[in-house]
């Protein structure tokens, strides 16, 4: 796979092409200062996939994302720090695949930069991206099956990653302002940037979003979006965070441990979407949302950036509708509208 490094610092250049050098699947066949210069760069080398510094001089890497956008069908990962917070979330919504948050010592790289790189490559290196489409554009005429939905919906846990945030963003619009029961997610996203994330969602949403904070009672009519290296689970009607817990699937929040909590504490009255994203992390939570009686939908392939935690939810015989992400938007509406706990409000 030949990627090309877009960064305005020849140190993080280096830093970056000498980590995508020793993956075997991958090589750098070129590097590029700024946005203006890497046009050029693009046509001649065809990259597969681009690295993009999301803070430079002159044309900025949001600005340049639109041009690559424009013209280019190559995916493309950002590179964040904590100050372009507001500019990463933008970036994805007009298209960047996935980001990578900028290492604070450039002087000590650590393992965790490094993997988190490799596996975001590997996985697009693997995966055939598929344009999503918007709701106006080739909507599928598939009729949604209702008969077997919950006769009470009590609440609602999501789960993303890779192309999560895109899709979160559009499927939020399908939440009517009638929600009475808390929606919960995870987006596999580094601290800072889902405050940023929840931010975005509330400007678009009919409902309040909000970052989840520890303790918090969950309350009827809110969506909660879990802080990044934070873990979250659901107990006894609140919000638990845990800071000092491992990462599991490399990921901290991790799906699982919010849907696994939910499943306790709401049964047979829960439903659980797996949406696009690499890796598996949800499927352990929707075998024991299963056991429990939950009714379990996962993003079709054809709708998911990376059809990777849906597959695997999927073959794993957990999952009991596939949908695309408009008609999961329109399962939404069923269950909100006709399904959810009139009491919890």
């Not at 990259?47 to 993009?52: A, K, N, S, V």
């Not at 596999?188 to 940037?193: A, D, I, V």
């Not at 290296?229 to 965070?241: E, F, M, N, P, Q």
């Not at 009255?269 to 939570?285: K, S």
């Amino acid at each position: 796979m030949k990627v090309l490094v877009i960064d305005d610092s020849a140190f993080m250049r280096k830093i970056i092409s000498d980590t995508i050098n020793k993956i075997s699947e991958c090589e750098v066949v070129g590097i590029a200062r700024d946005g203006e210069s890497s046009l050029p760069q693009i046509r001649k080398l065809k990259p597969d996939i681009i690295t993009l510094d999301i803070e430079m001089p002159g044309m900025n890497g949001l600005e340049t994302l639109k041009k690559i956008k424009a013209e280019f069908d190559i995916p493309v990962i950002m590179l964040s720090s904590h100050s372009g917070e507001e500019m990463t979330i933008a970036s994805l919504e007009i298209g960047a695949m996935d980001f990578i948050e900028k290492p604070e010592n450039l002087f000590s790289i650590s393992s965790d930069f490094e993997s988190e790189l490799k596996q975001k490559l590997t996985s697009i290196s693997a995966t055939k991206p598929t344009k999503q489409r918007t709701p106006s554009e080739n909507r599928q005429k598939r009729r949604i099956q209702n008969r077997n939905l919950p006769s009470s919906v009590k609440a609602i846990v999501i789960g993303a990653s890779t192309g999560g945030p895109r899709a979160l963003m559009r499927l939020i619009k399908y939440i009517p302002s009638s929600l009475k029961i808390p929606i919960v997610i995870v987006q596999h996203m580094p601290s800072g940037f889902t405050l940023s994330f929840s931010k975005r969602l509330n400007q678009e949403a009919n409902v309040n979003v909000v970052e989840a904070r520890d303790n918090m009672i969950l309350k009827g009519g809110t969506v909660y979006i879990a802080p990044g290296d934070y873990h979250l689970r659901i107990k006894s009607g609140r919000i638990k965070l845990t800071e000092d817990e491992a990462k599991i699937h490399g990921v901290r929040p991790a799906v699982d441990y919010l849907f696994e909590s939910a499943s306790v504490e709401y049964g047979e009255n829960l439903v659980a979407i797996i949406l696009t994203g690499m890796g598996n992390d949800g499927t352990i939570g929707m075998k024991k949302i299963k056991a429990l009686k939950g009714y379990t939908i996962a993003q079709d392939e054809e709708t998911s950036v990376v059809f990777g935690m849906p597959r695997r939810a999927i073959e794993s015989g957990v999952v009991d509708s596939i949908l695309s992400l408009d008609e999961i938007g329109d399962q939404l509406n069923v269950l909100i509208e006709e399904k959810q706990w009139k009491q919890n409000s």
